[in-house]
């Protein structure tokens, strides 16, 4: 499995952007996938995930209804749009895949395909 995330850029506090995660894999119907995000000197931290049918999602607690997670099966591409951002949210964001029972709870050890991030800044 390979991914590859795009939509990454500069955004103003409180602006918007969508990224996009594509999956190279003919069985992507049948993957959790997830939306991870790392600062730089912190942690990776989970961001939101998707059940392999897009009828269960789940997201970080820092999220509070400002971003939303979707999947299209026919482009295998999952998709993170994000708004109200802020200066602290700034980090890569890594799209990763797994066929993993849905918990909720992810974290970074419950996926092993991971993409090579997307850098999002936060500045005015």
């Known amino acids: 499995v390979q991914l590859v995330e795009s939509g990454g850029g500069l955004v103003q506090p409180g602006g918007s952007l969508n990224l996009s995660c594509a999956h190279s894999?003919?069985?992507?119907?049948?993957?959790?996938m997830g939306w991870f995000r790392q600062a730089p000197g912190k942690a990776r931290e989970f961001v939101a995930a998707i059940n392999w049918s897009g009828g269960s999602v789940y997201y970080g607690d820092f999220v509070k209804g400002r971003f939303t997670v979707s999947r299209n099966d026919a482009s295998s591409t999952v998709h993170l749009t994000m708004n109200d951002l802020q200066p602290e949210e700034a980090a890569v964001y890594y799209c990763?895949?797994?066929?993993?029972?849905?918990?909720?709870?992810?974290?970074?050890?419950?996926?092993?395909?991971w993409g090579q991030g997307t850098q999002v800044t936060v500045s005015s």
């Open positions: 894999g003919r069985t992507f119907s049948s993957y959790t």
């Open positions: 990763a895949a797994e066929r993993v029972a849905f918990h909720g709870a992810f974290d970074e050890n419950d996926f092993g395909a």
